[in-house]
């Protein structure tokens, strides 16, 4: 009697047919049936063993054509998709080869490198990034019917990474995390080659975007913007009603500390504001960092305090951070910019952070105080703000000013038009 197949389906079925339900290859070819990828299995009895074993294939003609080689080899395989074709010989005692680690399923995988993420204390918001990686890899075995991680092949890893919808830096960034996934394969021998070794970031990928904060004309736009929108509908029960005001805030505590749209979302003024100090972050020193704030916003973001809560931009009862700031990103500054617009540079919450910056530099304040206020290297302050350091284009000038200042002066140039004869050429 030969082997019988059937389609076992997952918990991850893309049909969301029940898991561990089962369908053969005559019932799938009924008019509207849902394909999925679920895998194939074979039962029966080879060599006088029942078993029930996973072929490792979605499609039904490729596990058909891998049945049949084991039934022709009349035995199961042993941790080979390949069939058995004839009893190895028996080793020789000083010959006995050391066994393989067991293959491990993709989810099991998964779970075990996010584990290892979480603890090494990465932050939520790269935490969520690692997750992102590791569902899309999910789903892509899912899709190919693979089950264990070692499935994977290098031509695999093309066609993923080739799928990829990422701007150029956001796409190098993800290849950075694969790159991370797949060693943390290797060093636990659950691959046994660096399938990700031959992807390449983005051409430019690496370099940093030019900054663009935005020019006074521009913020006094974006104020008169405020003015104009009045009170929002509450969309639903535990959602905030806002209005231009909201927003101008959010835009103020934003040009007067620098921070990310990510900390201002999620703003809590018990912890972050202590009288005119707005605590920053950590110092590298190991003390807090603060930065000032002058009364008037104190006094409007205590108010906001009273009338919201502590966590005074919280969009609802929400406290995930990226959802917040896709309300605020989305929805809530996109309709200022539009009132406020059109800009030369397309408009965006982080150019608040880069105006925080602008502002300081062009007050005189030194570029090291300015990159330890926002977080960055001075480098990249020297780099990319040097526009708007006034002292270093003065420095730069008196330099050249200084080593031409010997060199010999040229006649005026004499007005008229002359020719090559009347040069004499």
């Not at 979605?58 to 199961?76: P, V």
């Not at 290892?116 to 899709?143: D, H, P, V």
Request: proline fraction near 5%.
């Amino acid at each position: 009697m030969g082997l019988q197949l059937y389609r076992r389906h997952s918990k991850a079925c893309k049909a969301e047919r029940p898991e561990d339900s089962r369908t053969g290859k005559f019932e799938e070819g009924r008019r509207n049936w849902k394909k999925c990828s679920c895998q194939i299995f074979a039962s029966g009895t080879l060599g006088g063993k029942f078993k029930r074993q996973c072929t490792e294939k979605w499609e039904w003609d490729k596990a058909e054509e891998l049945a049949d080689g084991w039934q022709k080899a009349g035995s199961w395989p042993s941790g080979s998709k390949q069939p058995v074709s004839a009893p190895a010989p028996e080793a020789k005692s000083s010959e006995v080869a050391a066994p393989k680690p067991a293959r491990k399923v993709v989810r099991e995988v998964v779970e075990a490198y996010l584990s290892a993420c979480k603890s090494r204390e990465i932050k939520g918001s790269t935490q969520a990034k690692y997750k992102t990686l590791t569902n899309q890899l999910e789903a892509y075995c899912s899709e190919k019917g693979y089950t264990c991680i070692d499935q994977l092949q290098v031509t695999d890893m093309d066609e993923f990474y080739a799928d990829w919808k990422d701007a150029k830096k956001g796409k190098a960034k993800k290849l950075e995390r694969l790159r991370g996934f797949v060693r943390f394969c290797l060093k636990r021998k659950w691959l046994t080659e660096n399938i990700a070794e031959d992807l390449k970031a983005p051409p430019k990928a690496s370099e940093l975007n030019a900054k663009s904060p935005f020019e006074d004309e521009e913020l006094k736009r974006i104020y008169a913007a405020c003015d104009k929108i009045l009170p929002q509908l509450n969309p639903g029960p535990g959602f905030r009603t806002w209005d231009g005001q909201d927003a101008k805030d959010f835009i103020n505590l934003s040009i007067y500390t620098g921070l990310r749209i990510s900390d201002i979302c999620l703003f809590d003024v018990s912890k972050r504001l202590d009288g005119n100090d707005v605590y920053l972050r950590m110092h590298k020193t190991g003390k807090p960092l603060y930065t000032w704030i002058p009364d008037w916003l104190v006094a409007r973001l205590r108010a906001r305090a009273v009338i919201h809560g502590p966590v005074i931009f919280r969009c609802g009862v929400t406290g995930n951070a990226k959802q917040v700031c896709d309300i605020w990103r989305n929805k809530r500054l996109k309709l200022v910019f539009k009132l406020a617009g059109p800009f030369e540079e397309k408009p965006g919450p982080h150019r608040f952070r880069h105006t925080f910056a602008r502002i300081l530099l062009e007050r005189g304040v030194e570029d090291t105080d300015v990159a330890e206020l926002i977080g960055d290297t001075v480098e990249v302050v020297r780099r990319y703000y040097s526009k708007w350091i006034p002292s270093r284009q003065k420095r730069l000038r008196k330099i050249i000013q200084d080593a031409f200042a010997d060199r010999p002066e040229s006649a005026p140039f004499a007005a008229g038009h002359q020719t090559n004869e009347s040069l004499g050429i």
